[in-house]
C-alpha cells in the first residue's frame, strides 16, 4: 500500500508541475502567436491595399467616372469597421471620400498620417504588440496614392478588433488547458484506481495463501504435538517388518532398543528414546541426544535408520534423521518446503524437500 501512496503522490506531482510547465510558458507563447497574427494581418493590409489600389487606377484609366470608382470602393469596405484591419479613401486635400463608417465621408482626416510613408508598413509586428496593449483605436499603418488620380487609400489596424480576436484565441487556448489539465488528472487517477485495485486484488489473493499457509501449519504443528503424546507412551520393542517406508528403498533391520556410540575414547550404548536426531556431515554420523550431550557413529545414516522405529523417527533427507520428541516447530520454508526447528537446536537445518513434505505429513497424522 506505501508503493501505491508513494506512486500516487509522483503521479498528480506530475500532473501539477505540466500544469504549471504551460502556464509559465504560456506568456511566451502568448507573444509569439500575438506577433505571428499581427505579421498575417500586415500581410493581408498590403494584399489587399494593393488590389483596391489596382482596381481603382484599372478603372479610372479605362475612363470609369471616379465617382462610379468610390462608389465601388465604398460597397466593399462597408461592413469592414469592425474587423483587424479596414482601408479608408481620402483625397489629396485630405478630405474622406470612402470610409467603412459611412457618416465620416466628407469629413477632414485627423493628422494622423504624417509619420507614413508611401507604400510601406509604418510599424512593425513588436511594434504594434505594445501599441495594442495601451491602445483601442484604429491606427493607420499604410498609406498607397491611386496612381492617375488625386485619392490615396490609407490602411487602417483596428487595435480593438485585434485584441479582441486575439483574446478570443487566448480564452479558447487557456480553456484548452484546462481541459488537458483535468483529463491528465482523470487518467492518472483512473489508472491509479486501476492499478491500486490490481494491487489490493493481488495483496488479498496473497493474505489468502498465507492465512490458509498459518492454517496449514497449525495443524501440522499441532498433530505432531499428539503424535508426540502418543509416541512418549510408546514402546520400542515391536518388531518391524522388512517394509519399504516413506517412499526410501533400502529394507529395515530388526529395531533395536540401544546404538552403539563413541565419544572420544569412551564407547556410549544411547537408547532410541533419548536420541534428538541423528545428522552426516563430512562422512561422520553425529548422534544428538535430547540432553544434547554429541556422540559418533561407525555406521551410516541408512543403517542406523533401518534399526530405529518409522512411527517415532522420519528421515528428513539424506544428511539428517530427526525424532518427533525433538520437533519443536515446524514452519513453511521458501515455497513449498517445510523447516523444522528442534530441541536442542541443530546446527544444520532441517529442511523437508517439496518431495517429501506429503509424507512428512501423513507421518505426523499416522
Known amino acids: 500500500m506505501n508503493n501505491v501512496k508513494i506512486y500516487s503522490f509522483l503521479a498528480l506531482s506530475f500532473v501539477v508541475l505540466l500544469l504549471t510547465v504551460l502556464i509559465a510558458v504560456l506568456p511566451f507563447w502568448e507573444l509569439r502567436t500575438s506577433k505571428h497574427i499581427l505579421q498575417t494581418d500586415i500581410s493581408e493590409i498590403q494584399t489587399q491595399t494593393n488590389d483596391f489600389a489596382s482596381f481603382a487606377q484599372v478603372s479610372l484609366k479605362n475612363g470609369v467616372a471616379k465617382t462610379h470608382v468610390l462608389e465601388g470602393i465604398q460597397t466593399v469596405i462597408s461592413n469592414t469597421l ?3 484591419y479596414f482601408v479608408v479613401v481620402i483625397d ?3 478630405t474622406i471620400v470612402a ?49 492617375g488620380s488625386d485619392l490615396i487609400l490609407v490602411s487602417y489596424m483596428n487595435m480593438g478588433a485585434s485584441r479582441k480576436y486575439f483574446q478570443k484565441i487566448l480564452d479558447d487556448t487557456h480553456l484548452l488547458l484546462a ?8 487518467l492518472v487517477l483512473g489508472t491509479l484506481r486501476y492499478v491500486s485495485g490490481m494491487y489490493e486484488t493481488a495483496l488479498a489473493k496473497r493474505t489468502t495463501i498465507m492465512e490458509d499457509g498459518v492454517i496449514n ?53 544411547v537408547f532410541m528414546e533419548d536420541i534428538a536426531y541423528i545428522y552426516v556431515e563430512n562422512t561422520i554420523t553425529h548422534i544428538i541426544q535430547r540432553s544434547g550431550k554429541r556422540s559418533t557413529s561407525n555406521e551410516s545414516l541408512d543403517q542406523i535408520y533401518g534399526y530405529l522405529d518409522e512411527n517415532s523417527f522420519f528421515k528428513a533427507n539424506r544428511q539428517i534423521i530427526v525424532a518427533i520428541t525433538a520437533i519443536d516447530r515446524i514452519v513453511k520454508f521458501g515455497k513449498s518446503q517445510l523447516k523444522i526447528e528442534a530441541l536442542p537446536p541443530s546446527d544444520l537445518e532441517i529442511i523437508i524437500g517439496k518431495n517429501k513434505a506429503a509424507a512428512f505429513k501423513q507421518w505426523l497424522d499416522s
Do not use: C
Not at 481541459?179 to 482523470?186: H, K, R, S, T, V
Not at 503424546?229 to 533400502?250: L, M
Not at 556410540?261 to 564407547?267: A, G, V
Open 99 to 147: 470610409h467603412p463608417d459611412i457618416t465620416q465621408v466628407g469629413s477632414l482626416m485627423k493628422d494622423e498620417t504624417s509619420a507614413l510613408g508611401s507604400m510601406e508598413i509604418a510599424y512593425t509586428p513588436a511594434q504594434l504588440y505594445e501599441m495594442r496593449k495601451t491602445n483601442t483605436a484604429p491606427v493607420p499603418v499604410l498609406l498607397q496614392p491611386i496612381k
Open 92 to 94: 489629396w486635400s485630405g
Open 82 to 84: 469592425n474587423k483587424n
Open 179 to 186: 481541459f488537458i489539465g483535468l483529463l491528465a488528472l482523470l
Open 217 to 269: 501449519l497449525e495443524k501440522l504443528n499441532n498433530s505432531l504435538e499428539e503424535y508426540q503424546k502418543r509416541v512418549i507412551h510408546a514402546a520400542y520393542k515391536t518388531p518391524i517388518d522388512n517394509s519399504k517406508s516413506h517412499g526410501q528403498e533400502e529394507e529395515r533391520e530388526v529395531e533395536k532398543s540401544r546404538l552403539l556410540t563413541y565419544h572420544r575414547n569412551e564407547i556410549l550404548p
